[in-house]
């Protein structure tokens, strides 16, 4: 599902509401011979709609350096694409969590694996370590109850 198409359908319901209301409707048809800075733009004759076919959107994605490794390492011959695609659809895991997953398989996310083999993980102090006056807690509205 596309998000894109589906706004543009709705669009073209609303478009095509518009313009069979101005038919008999005085009102509907002084709004469409004025609308041209709506995205529904009801002056216009015909809506312009771009769409990527399904086919060209695929092109693109895998043509992705970092976001397209997935999908190009998936479709390599010796990987058996059903299993590997299998926990997307068996609904047992949070979407988070599959986002997260698609991340770290991107390496969009590095692992500590990664940071280990870097050159290592950048520590920060957090603030309430480094201001006395400052502590986890007053962030919560508890201020001055775990102060030292």
């Keep these: 599902m596309d998000i894109g198409e589906q706004l543009d359908k709705q669009m073209a319901n609303l478009r095509t509401y518009f313009k069979a209301q101005a038919e008999s409707s005085t009102f509907h048809r002084s709004i469409c011979a004025v609308d041209d800075s709506t995205p529904l733009k009801l ?10 076919s399904k086919d060209e959107k695929m092109r ?33 895991m949070f979407s988070e969590t599959e986002v997260f997953l698609l991340a770290i ?33 007053s962030y919560w509205g508890l201020p001055g109850v775990c102060r030292n």
């Design 105 to 137: 398989q991107d390496q969009v996310i590095p692992t500590r694996n990664y940071l280990k083999r870097s050159s290592g993980p950048k520590r920060q102090i957090p603030i309430w370590m480094s201001s006395p006056r400052i502590h986890p807690t």
């Design 60 to 92: 693109t994605w895998m043509g992705k350096p970092l976001h397209g490794r997935h999908l190009n390492e998936v479709n390599q011959e010796y990987v058996d694409s059903r299993a590997s695609n299998y926990w997307l659809v068996s609904g047992k």
């Design 43 to 52: 002056r216009e004759q015909e809506m312009r709609i771009n769409h990527l």
